[in-house]
RNA sequence: GCCGGGAUGGUGAAACUGGUAGACACGCAUGGUUUAGGACCAUGUGCCGUAAGGUGUGAGGGUUCGAGUCCCUCUCCCGGCACCA
């Protein structure tokens, strides 16, 4: 029977050439438009968007080709679901990463990013995804960044964008300031290099008023888990309460005089007639510990650190204050457990016991976080426990675990019973937290508060390639006061007829490092009429952050060739194609870019310019393919580029392999074992249906069994393709493929036009479901046997159905076990083997089950239909 | 420290609501075909054992007729956050 089926094997082999067809398809469908939806008419929308490649120039690496492999499967595998699936591309090459590669190589940004759009699209292109290379774009394209720039001005103009002096993270080797979600491990995420701290005054967007929706909004939104965990904790917000301590005790050696003692928390109405410096306020998320409050402690960069010292004490912390803005964050580090600190000298007078504590100033206190001062409460803090250790500060008790003793080794951080707690003893920690909150609250002396770790957007960069900041600045303007708004005298944005403010080519764009973009060379281009009085003024010379780019982006697409609007998108075809439907990534960008195009989103919705909040309604995070356990990155001189594997095996083959590395979630180690294994499999589908057209099959209950091995294959692989578990859907395509060649060993050949349905439809069926993964050989099987006179792509056919009563088997293997253990199986029809009676039976005749069973007793038998039976004996 | 995710053959990995652990591949071995190599085809392949059989999913304990899967304790690895009060 076998040889039948091998003369073919051998007649076929070698038939599958990947050189011959992959080219010819990929023009085929770029002339016929395949892949480009009608934007304007499409029935069923589907937005299918993966992140946009920062395209270093060395090109597409293995690690871009995975994740855009994988992307680009959902897509093609939508669109045979019957929706007219938009996958668009695009370059994200503005911004620094960009710039430092030119400046490796010694080339203007400019003509490196010419050339590494060609290379890229073309790679992009081999690999075989299904873009709609109509509508590209790329973020350093004036066309685009007009847009970036227009989005700046309005975020200037609803107050959104402001300037303040700032202490900022400045990389010294990109000589630029960092947004802190750009800051790893103290270090540039970019370079490596420690960053350091510098005062610089700086463009913000107020992203912190979006942060209670920012945190809310991702409940109702199907994103990975692990990016929105990443997201709470960014966003980091903790309930707590504001307490003011009122200051007693000499207030010293500053000029200011004031007169705190007075204040000391009798009167009626304290707030108001307390001078501020009167009272220190702190945060705590523990107000429950607050009688446990020995001492408080401001940060060193605190305004009034200085103005309570007293006169003995002054020097002592004026030294303390510059050796710890002396040290760089990484000391500030590692000397964490250090916990140095100085007295001021200054008293604060505890409001709900009135005692009478010293303030302390340590570096452990973060001025960015709360109000820059903390109590100490040193029982209950570890920190603080540390901290009076060494400075010998006194310890209270005051919440107790149930029923153990504190052994005072370490502070107690956790719940329990309050004690030495005034007429609050005795209260859990839950109630006391609720008790004493109000309690401040009814009495004036603090208010209940929540606390975020988010904190503005820093949006200036102090670099030559990115989109110039459209603001304008005008001295005279500023003199008088005027100005756009309130706060900000002196500054207009650029005039939106005016946009974009082209970025003017400068030699020597390379970063200065005095804190000033390059742009501020070129004089001509800085010098520029005042939008209000027509005066002398000077442009904005920073450029913005790439991650504004990089923010509103899948808004263009769908956008592109409409005629420019007074806005970047057509308000009816982005009703119709948006938000997002699938945006597919890497989750190294959960803080950062997801966060930042959120934002933006709300407030495009917020101005009544879109009608949703959130821009991707499903995010997939897809794994990395990293090499020998590590990520690819030029530093580790570990890239690896598909060029060579796509020439030689093919991009089908490459990327099958890819998918079926390992969940797509997961990622994986990139080896080039096993990429011939892949290649011969196609190989093996190529001869299946390319040599074995017309068979019959030689009894109908082949043919039956085939049709049910047809509905089971499309079952297992749709419901793996739903859920994009590319892997195991080619495993089960593989079983499939094994299974129709054993059938075909079994059938018999014939001449001419006879041919037999189950068959036919089988091979149908396999070329429809191997389609998403090898576009090209799915493309020219089904041209070349079912192609009808006009072209119709088999990536516009149909996905295959299956009907569940068909994937049942006929007969099953039901395990026997005694005891629990293994002794053998019986088959059975499926009707007999839901009969536990049919089933003994069968099993008791099985010789290792009757052996087993011999001078037992028989205790019970557990059947489950068609399952399993398992007797019990003993 | 906190929050996630993991740990299954020589390797990558499968295993639906607890029900034949290792599907599907890679690799390896043997045989066939081939002038040779490669490619291709067939068979085998968790471990110990000639076999019968035993044993086996990071470690230990538990629940159950039955545990990779559920519960408790612990170890290690990867990712994120981190003096956030």
Known sequence: MRHVGLKWVMAAQFAYKHSAIEKKWQKRWRKEKTFSPDIAKAKKPYYNLMMFPYPSAEGMHVGNMYAFTGADIWG??????????????????????????????????????????????????????????????????????????????????????????????????????????????????????KVVDRELEQWFFKITDYADRLLNNLDKIDWSEKVKIAQRNWI???????????????????SRSTSSLSAAGTQRDPLRSRHPQDYVEIFGTRPDTIFGTTFLVLAPEHPLSLEISTRGQIQKVKQYIKTSQKKSNEERMAKARGKTGVFTGAYAVNPFNNEKIPIWIADYVLLSYGTGVVMGVPAHDQRDFEFAKKHKLPIREVIRSKGEKWNRKQAFEGEGVLVNSG???????????????????????????????????????????GPPIPMIYCEKCAKGGKGEHKGMAGWYPVPEKDLPVKLPHIKNYQPKGAGESPLALDKTWVKVACPECQSVARRETDVSDTFLDSAWYYLRYPNIGKKDDAIPWNRQVTKKWLPVNMYIGGAEHAVLHLMYSRFLAMAFHDWGLIDFEEPFTRFYAHGLLIKDGDKMSKSRGNVVVPDTYIKKHGADTVRSYFMFLGPFDQGGDFRDTGIAG??????????????????????????????????????RVTEDMENLRYNRAIAGIMEYVNFLQDMRGKGVPTKGKMRCTEWEEALQTLVKLV???????????????????????????????????????????????????????????????????AVEKEARKLEGVSRHLKGKKGKKVIFVPERLLNFVVS
Not at 435 to 457: E, F
Not at 687 to 697: F, H, P, S, W
């Open 76 to 193: 093609r595998y939508q669109r045979m679901r019957g929706f007219d699936v938009f996958e668009p591309m695009g370059l994200d090459g503005f911004g620094i990463h960009s710039e430092n590669y030119a400046i490796r190589i010694g080339e203007h940004p400019t003509a490196v990013s010419k050339r590494t759009q060609k290379r890229f699209y073309e790679q992009l292109e081999r690999a075989g995804g299904s873009f709609d290379w109509t509508r590209t774009l790329e973020t350093y394209d004036p066309a685009y960044y007009k847009w970036t720039q227009w989005v700046f001005v309005q975020m200037f103009k609803k107050g959104l964008a402001y300037r303040k002096k700032a202490q900022v993270n400045w990389c010294p080797s990109c000589k630029t300031v960092l947004a802190d979600e750009q800051v790893i491990n103290e270090e540039c995420e970019r370079c490596n290099t």
């Open 236 to 254: 980091g917000r903790s309930q707590g309460v504001l307490i003011q301590f009122s200051l007693a005790g000499p207030v010293g050696s500053s």
């Open 771 to 837: 389609a998403p993964f090898a576009p090209h050989i799915a493309e020219e099987l089904w041209q070349s046997n079912w192609g009808g006179k006009k072209f119709v792509s088999v990536h516009l056919q149909a996905w295959p159905e299956f009907s569940p009563e068909l994937t049942l088997e006929l007969t099953l293997e039901i395990p026997v076990q005694v005891n629990g253990k293994l002794r053998g199986t019986v088959r059975l029809d499926r009707e007999q083997a839901g009969s536990q009676k």
């Open 423 to 465: 007429k609050f003893s005795g209260l859990s920690s839950r109630e006391a937290i609720e008790k004493i909150s109000n309690h401040a609250q009814k009495n004036r002396i603090g208010q209940r508060k929540v606390q975020y770790h988010l904190r503005d957007w820093l949006i200036s960069r102090q670099r030559y390639w």
């Open 678 to 715: 892949m290649n011969r499999f196609y190989g093996r589908v190529w001869d299946l249906v390319t040599g074995t057209q017309n068979l019959i099959l030689d009894n109908t209950g082949d043919a039956k069994a085939t049709y049910v091995r047809i509905h089971q294959a499309i079952k």
